[in-house]
């Protein structure tokens, strides 16, 4: 099963992803992503067990347009991520969403 939840936290968009994200699911992704408010947006992939790399190359051009930082991205989504085209580093990664929350707060 796939959900694709957005909330707000202290004025972050935050959105949860879990399960596996293929094509068929490509406009909840957009939908989600789309129109947050700012320029942060906070993605959290502690749950997502796969991300069709149509989605993971529309991550990469948002976090190049804002600051997109990432929960928990297991090494198979670094790869896809990678596959892409991009660079270690260009989506700040943390362990948990209160840290994530936390750097934020401190920028």
């Known amino acids: 099963m796939t959900r694709i939840v957005r909330r707000t936290h202290r004025g972050v968009i935050v959105v949860r992803i879990e399960g596996d994200v293929g094509l068929e699911r490509a406009r909840d992704f957009e939908e989600a ?11 959290d992939l502690r749950k997502t067990h796969h991300l069709h790399y149509r989605m993971a190359s529309q991550l990469l051009r948002l976090a190049r347009r804002r600051r997109v930082q990432l929960v928990g991205p297991s090494p198979y989504l670094r790869q896809i ?5 991009g660079a270690d580093g260009e989506l700040p990664e943390f362990r948990t969403l209160r840290e994530a929350l936390q750097a ?4």
């Not at 991520?81 to 085209?85: A, D, E, P, Q, T």
């Open 33 to 43: 992503l789309r129109g947050a408010p700012g320029d942060r947006l906070v993605v």
């Open 81 to 85: 991520l990678r596959f892409v085209g």
């Open 104 to 107: 934020h707060d401190a920028a």
